[in-house]
T-cell receptor
Framework: KNQVEQSPQSLIILEGKNCTLQCNYTVSPFSNLRWYKQDTGRGPVSLTIMTFSENTKSNGRYTATLDADTKQSSLHITASQLSDSASYICVVSAPDSNYQLIWGAGTKLIIKP | DSGVTQTPKHLITATGQRVTLRCSPRSGDLSVYWYQQSLDQGLQFLIQYYNGEERAKGNILERFSAQQFPDLHSELNLSSLELGDSALYFC????????????FGPGTRLTVL
């Protein structure tokens, strides 16, 4: 069964610190992997998108890595800010005709001043 | 602003009632996806439409139905509402192209009393 698992479930860090969120998936084959940021009560917003041939992708202070061999991805946040408090969701796309997305449960990140 | 609009923003109703949620996709996007997100839960895929036709079904209850109209807007109909149907309902539209990114609307918060 295609699954996407994320860890930790929640994380609290101090403003200015770095953190890394993990995503393991069993989707195979897969088309691409995305990281979304979802603020409380808002719709998810895409941070990065990587195909199976890409190892890393950056978007400002966000850097995503992908190891297609071990089926693992990580999202590293540098110099965290209070506005980074949100849920971060790993989403894997299977290459079927409907382009369905398989969603992880997300990691809830809280940045404390 | 993702370009996806949803109305209404909030909806409060009673058990047993029926409601209709509306979504307008981004200009040029043919696909519409509906998701349900209960409190502190991940997004659950409900149903997808492409250019007016149903493409895929997820965990959608029989009490729920949807359609996509010729102008590409979509409606999600929820009937015989139960307390457990209280949730955020998101609509997303898919960008054409290889990476198949979905753009999310602001959501409709449904409260069933």
């Amino acid at each position: 069964k295609n699954q996407v698992e994320q860890s930790p479930q929640s994380l609290i860090i101090l403003e200015g610190k770095n953190c890394t969120l993990q995503c393991n998936y069993t989707v195979s084959p897969f088309s691409n992997l995305r990281w979304y940021k979802q603020d409380t009560g808002r719709g998810p917003v895409s941070l990065t998108i990587m195909t199976f041939s890409e190892n890393t992708k950056s978007n400002g202070r966000y850097t995503a890595t992908l190891d297609a061999d071990t089926k693992q991805s990580s999202l590293h946040i540098t110099a965290s800010q209070l506005s980074d408090s949100a849920s971060y969701i790993c989403v894997v796309s299977a290459p079927d005709s409907n382009y369905q997305l398989i969603w992880g449960a997300g990691t809830k990140l809280i940045i404390k001043p | 602003d993702s370009g996806v609009t949803q109305t209404p923003k909030h909806l409060i109703t009673a058990t047993g009632q029926r409601v209709t949620l509306r979504c307008s996709p981004r200009s040029g996007d043919l696909s519409v996806y509906w998701y349900q997100q209960s409190l502190d839960q991940g997004l659950q895929f409900l149903i997808q439409y492409y250019n007016g036709e149903e493409r895929a079904k997820g965990n959608i209850l029989e009490r729920f139905s949807a359609q996509q109209f010729p102008d590409l807007h979509s409606e999600l109909n929820l009937s015989s509402l139960e307390l457990g149907d209280s949730a955020l309902y998101f609509c997303a539209s898919r960008a054409p192209g290889q990476k198949n990114e979905q753009f999310f609307g602001p959501g409709t918060r449904l409260t069933v009393l």
